[in-house]
């Protein structure tokens, strides 16, 4: 079936540095893709998509892009803020039910 | 626009007791999903509904777990005779299906604590 993995966290890191997180998949067909983001106690809030091979998604100074050469959907941000602390899940959409199939997660963690 | 509503934020039950949880979508949403978070672990999907349909329930438990989404009101996921191994965070998400990559939202869950 299909499946996300993602680099095991957590990530620390001082703020201003850069950030990648590292998501493969494996899928039957062209999933759409995402990238969401848990602050503690709270809810996932969409982070940004991708549709379709060599789309880049990118939102709040995060980007991603669809490659479907390497089945992958990494995460990066130039420059990380303390507000950045979050968990980022990455998932993929099953094309018949838009079921989201998730990542474990990785944890982030900025230090001033 | 109300985001998805999900209540209790927090339950707590003794083993044996029943967990209703409860989960109104967006305005103009009509298809839901609940997913379970363990401690220091991803989401897993247990069921996806539409109006009074169960659309695929793959990750519901076969036992003591049911939902269910009325054509009036919101959806309830249903745990009876929870055990320690049900506390969790549920979460529910809906989403329009309008377009093919539609994005879920996502309440802020329920915390179930079962003692």
């Known amino acids: 079936g299909d499946s996300v993995t993602q680099m095991e966290g957590p990530v620390t890191l001082s703020e201003e540095a850069f950030l990648t997180i590292n998501c493969t998949y494996t899928a039957t067909g062209y999933p759409s893709l995402f990238w969401y983001v848990q602050y503690p106690g709270e809810g996932l809030q969409l982070l940004l998509k991708a549709t379709k091979a060599d789309d880049k998604g990118s939102n709040k100074g995060f980007e991603a892009t669809y490659r479907k050469e390497t089945t992958s959907f990494h995460l990066e941000k130039g420059s990380v803020q303390v507000s950045d602390s979050a968990v980022y899940f990455c998932a993929l959409s099953e094309a018949n039910t838009g079921k989201l199939i998730f990542g474990q997660g990785t944890t982030l963690q900025v230090k001033p | 626009n109300a985001g998805v509503m999900q209540n209790p934020r927090h339950l707590v039950r003794r083993r044996g007791q029943e967990a209703r949880l409860r989960c109104s979508p967006m305005?103009?949403?009509?298809?839901v999903y609940w997913y379970r978070q363990l401690p220091e672990e991803g989401l897993k999907f247990m069921v996806y509904l539409q109006k009074e349909n169960i659309i695929d329930e793959s990750g519901m438990p076969k036992e003591r777990f049911s939902a269910e989404f009325p054509k009036e009101g919101p959806s309830i996921l249903r745990i009876q005779q929870v055990v320690r191994g049900d506390s969790a965070a549920y979460f529910c998400a809906s989403s329009p299906r309008t377009e093919k990559a539609s994005p879920l939202h996502f309440g802020n869950g329920t915390r179930l604590t079962v003692t």
């Open positions: 305005k103009g949403h009509s298809h």
